[in-house]
């Protein structure tokens, strides 16, 4: 296969543009694109207690990463620790009110995004792609079989 007809480079082109996207239509808010997704995340799920560790599988993104994330939205204001009231051994994220007014600017900044991705395509190609895209990420959940040869047993 070539690479221009390679899958996987050009989704890693397209996911890098909108992160790049995102992370611009945040600056003003002083967030990047992950931690946009996090908050809007616990904004919508506030009546929930969320682990760091739901949040990582959630997202597909290790612990060390959520936690940075994390860690970044508590000293920018947006979060706060709290031990969670039903397990003393967990702590309980909690949106502030920054995080409360800045949730609508960030919805509809990320649906401008999502309108620029489909821009030019009608319902039924822009459902074929989700479609797709679907089957992408199942093939990936799935056990693909590697290209690597496998060790011979001796």
């Known amino acids: 296969m070539t690479?221009?007809?390679?899958?996987?480079p050009r989704i890693k082109r397209i996911s890098n543009a909108i992160d790049r996207q995102r992370?611009?239509?945040?600056?003003d808010l002083?967030?990047?694109?992950s931690q946009g997704?996090?908050?809007g995340y616990l904004v919508r799920h506030q009546e929930q207690s969320i682990s760091p560790g739901e949040l990582g599988t959630l997202f597909g993104m290790s612990?060390?990463?959520?936690?940075g994330i994390l860690q970044r939205l508590e000293a920018k204001d947006f979060?706060?620790?709290e031990k969670d009231p039903e397990d003393r051994r967990r702590k309980r994220i909690t949106v502030t009110e920054r995080a409360m007014d800045c949730h609508a600017?960030?919805?509809k900044r990320f649906a401008d995004t999502e309108e620029c991705l489909a821009a030019g395509m009608s319902a039924a190609q822009r459902e074929e792609l989700l479609a797709l895209l679907d089957q992408i990420v199942e093939n990936m959940q799935a056990d693909c079989p590697?290209?690597?040869?496998k060790e011979e047993s001796k």
């Not at 992370?23 to 600056?27: G, Q």
């Not at 612990?63 to 936690?67: A, L």
């Not at 590697?146 to 040869?149: D, F, H, T």
């Open 3 to 8: 690479l221009e007809h390679a899958i996987g």
């Open 105 to 107: 600017r960030i919805l």
């Open 146 to 149: 590697s290209s690597r040869p």
């Open 30 to 33: 002083d967030l990047t694109s």
């Open 23 to 27: 992370t611009r239509d945040l600056e």
């Open 63 to 67: 612990h060390p990463t959520v936690t």
């Open 37 to 39: 997704m996090v908050l």
């Open 79 to 81: 979060v706060r620790f």
